[in-house]
């Protein structure tokens, strides 16, 4: 089946540590995403990309960056942790094909935990 | 700043009522409209899509849409527990989906 998915599946750092959560989907999909989601706050978008050569800012993209390797990857980093950035961390993808629609598809996400 | 918004609940209703989930947004300009569902730990599980006023069913579910209200709402025929989960209503507005926070449904047998 053609997927979206995410590694690690769950990680805990340090304050002050470099992470790197990647995902990678097979759906063919142009356009990928990454959003955070924290309780009562719905998801939030970090960064987008709808092409390997472009790369766009979100909602809440301080302290995050990102690289779109290829189309079918795209990686969040971490340059380094702050507890506040405890939270899950969901990748999403959708086709220009659709872009009118944009329905938008999810990986499995990645918790994350900063001590 | 684009806001999308849904009463948090819980909603509680009995198995084989029909439960009943509404969301408001503010940018005039949207235009998809999505519902997705949620179990506690789990990814976003899109459900359905609606575009245009009116209804749209899909077996149990049926989106409904007032643009002129700014207003969509999911209806869930004969709810099952199984359908107990968060339901995230998301807007499209220009390149990207602004998500509210979610309806905790509780179906109870």
């Known amino acids: 089946d053609a997927d979206v998915t995410q590694t690690p599946r769950n990680r805990i750092t340090k304050t002050g540590k470099r992470i790197m959560l990647e995902c990678s989907q097979t759906?063919?999909?142009?356009?990928m995403y990454w959003y955070r989601q924290d309780p009562g706050l719905g998801l939030r978008l970090i960064y987008y990309?709808?092409?390997?050569?472009?790369?766009n800012k979100g909602e809440i993209s301080d302290g995050y960056s990102v690289s779109r390797q290829a189309q079918a990857k795209f990686s969040l980093s971490l340059e380094s942790a702050i507890p506040n950035q405890t939270a899950l961390y969901f990748c999403?993808?959708?086709?220009?094909?659709?872009?009118?629609?944009?329905?938008?598809?999810f990986g499995p996400g990645t918790r994350l935990t900063v001590l | 700043q684009k806001e999308v918004e849904q009463n948090s609940g819980p909603l509680s209703v009995p198995e084989g009522a029909i439960a009943s989930l509404n969301c408001t947004y503010s940018d005039r300009g949207s235009q998809s409209f999505f519902w997705y569902r949620q179990y506690s730990g789990k990814s976003p599980e899109l459900i359905m899509s609606i575009y245009s006023n009116g209804d749209k069913e899909d077996g149990r579910f049926t989106a409904q849409l007032n643009k002129a209200s700014q207003y969509v709402s999911l209806l869930i025929r004969d709810s099952q527990p199984s359908d107990s989960a968060t339901y995230l209503c998301?807007?499209?507005?220009?390149?990207?989906?602004?998500f509210g926070g979610g309806t905790r449904l509780m179906v109870k047998p």
């Open positions: 998301a807007v499209k507005a220009g390149n990207m989906l602004t």
């Open positions: 759906k063919g999909h142009d356009r």
């Open positions: 999403a993808t959708s086709d220009t094909r659709f872009g009118y629609y944009n329905e938008q598809f």
């Open positions: 990309s709808f092409d390997v050569k472009d790369i």
